[in-house]
């Protein structure tokens, strides 16, 4: 089991920061573009090799966010049609999502096995969320499915104040 970290800094208008491991020593590095269209986050190793990329759809109705790793598309979150409180789901056979992934605190499972957990810290400065990762061959999808799902929030709450 492999705990990492992942802290946005609350006034960065690149969307640039890092995932580190308990020593704090970084792991993964996350840009993210800025006044770009469409809005794009890359994910990279310690290597500064692009690992995972996620990108917003731009012309859909609802918001749709594509998630690729190793260049390969493996998940989709996208919004569904709601009154009250924003739902989301994630397209992909063998990935699921439980618990409240609104919220920041959830399990992921691949084809029924627990790969990781998810949780929010709310005491800090910025977003800090804290990622256990059962299955270390999960590891970049997990990263990508935090930062999409934070991506996702961000978007919702930008849409509201507007």
Same mark, same amino acid.
């Given at each position: 089991?492999?705990? !990492? @970290? ?13 995932? $580190?491991?308990?020593?704090? %020593?970084? %792991? @993964?590095?996350?840009? &993210?573009?800025?006044? %770009?269209?469409?809005?794009?986050? #890359?994910? =990279? ?9 996620? #990108? ?18 493996? !998940? #989709? ?10 739902? @989301? $789901? ?18 992921? @499972?691949?084809?029924?096995? =627990?790969? &990781?957990?998810?949780?929010? /810290? ?5 977003? %800090?969320?804290?990622? #256990? ?6 590891? $970049?999808? =997990? ?9 996702? /929030? ?9």
């Amino acid at each position: 089991m492999k705990q !990492l @970290y992942m802290k946005q800094k609350i006034f960065s208008l690149s969307g640039k920061f890092s995932v $580190t491991d308990s020593g704090q %020593q970084d %792991q @993964y590095f996350v840009e &993210g573009s800025f006044m %770009q269209i469409p809005k794009t986050f #890359t994910i =990279l190793d310690k290597q500064r090799n692009e690992v995972a990329h996620i #990108t917003k759809k731009v012309f859909s109705f609802l918001p749709k966010f594509f998630v690729e790793v190793d260049g390969r598309e493996i !998940l #989709t979150i996208k919004k569904e049609l709601s009154f009250f409180k924003g739902r @989301y $789901t994630i397209e992909d056979a063998a990935i699921e999502v439980r618990g409240d992934w609104w919220d920041m605190d959830f399990s992921v @499972y691949h084809d029924g096995q =627990l790969i &990781g957990d998810v949780h929010k /810290k709310w005491l800090s400065w910025g977003d %800090q969320y804290e990622i #256990t990762i059962n299955d270390e061959a999960f590891e $970049t999808i =997990l990263i990508s499915l935090v930062v999409a799902i934070d991506c996702v /929030k961000a978007s919702e709450a930008a849409a509201a104040s507007s």
